[in-house]
């Protein structure tokens, strides 16, 4: 089994950006980029085939988010540029096995590995 370890996040101002990384290993046919915040349940933000490189954003995320990945390192990135306060949430790292599922459901379901979790703050 694949283990996720997220790094990268912080506290910013409104307009700046962040990097998140996660270290990954074994096997996995999807990655994707979740985020929560209190109260509320998990929400995508961006996925990728990590075989292809295809790569799937929510609309709140494209232009802004880029994600991507280090095949070498097994490493999954989330470039996060113009940062905007609703950004704020605790960012979540997670990897599909099943290549049933589809990067572009952002099911939280499909996914059967997570990391810790990153915390992600903007201020206005």
């Known amino acids: 089994q694949v283990q996720l370890v997220e790094s990268g996040g912080g506290s910013v101002q409104a307009g700046g950006s962040l990097r998140l990384s996660c270290a990954a290993s074994?096997?996995?046919?999807?990655m994707g980029w979740f985020r929560q915040v209190p109260g509320k349940e998990r929400e995508g933000v961006a996925g990728?085939?990590?075989?292809?490189?295809?790569?799937y954003y929510v609309d709140s995320a494209k232009d802004r988010f880029t994600i991507s990945q280090d095949g070498t390192q097994n490493t999954l990135y989330l470039q996060m540029n113009s940062l905007k306060p609703e950004d704020t949430a605790t960012y979540y790292c997670?990897?599909?096995?099943?290549?049933?599922?589809?990067?572009?459901?952002?099911?939280?379901?499909?996914?059967?590995?997570w990391g810790q979790g990153t915390q992600v703050t903007v201020s206005s």
């Open positions: 990728i085939l990590w075989r292809s490189g295809r790569t």
């Open positions: 997670a990897a599909m096995r099943n290549s049933d599922g589809y990067c572009a459901r952002f099911r939280s379901s499909e996914y059967q590995l």
């Open positions: 074994g096997y996995t046919y999807c």
